[in-house]
Nanobody
Framework: QVQLVETGGGLVQTGGSLRISCAAS????????MAWFRQAPGKEREFVAR????????DYADSVKGRFTISRDIAKNTVYLQMNGLKSGAPSVYCC????????????????WGQGAQVTVSS
């Protein structure tokens, strides 16, 4: 089982940028998809972005396309989410997820989750 730990959350102004990280440890995950989801209070978990660990192919939710970038550093076993042009709204918890097989936009396709990093965008 892989363990995931997110860092880098915080408070940022509307239009600002923030980068969050997800460090993975435990078993190797050459076959993994890694993804970021977010959840605001009272709302369902929402897909943000995913990346194929080996090939590096990426996929984004329409709401963040062109503003967010997911990337990975294989040597550091770390996935990043660079967020630009952040929009104000309810604080969201951004969670990192890993899939041993095929990770889609649906949370149920992921096997491991981090504890989350809160991101608050002030107006």
């Amino acid at each position: 089982q892989v363990q995931l730990v997110e860092t880098g959350g915080g408070l940022v102004q509307t239009g600002g940028s923030l980068r969050i990280s997800c460090a993975a440890s435990g078993r190797t995950f050459d076959q993994y998809f890694m993804a970021w989801f977010r959840q605001a209070p009272g709302k369902e978990r929402e897909f943000v972005a995913r990346i194929s660990w080996t090939a590096g192919g990426t996929d984004y939710a329409d709401s963040v396309k062109g503003r967010f970038t997911i990337s990975r550093d294989i040597a550091k076993n770390t996935v990043y989410l660079q967020m630009n042009g952040l929009k104000s709204g309810a604080p969201s918890v951004y969670c990192c997820a890993a899939s041993e097989t095929f990770g889609s936009i649906y949370p149920a396709t992921y096997d491991a989750w981090g504890q989350g990093a809160q991101v608050t965008v002030s107006s």
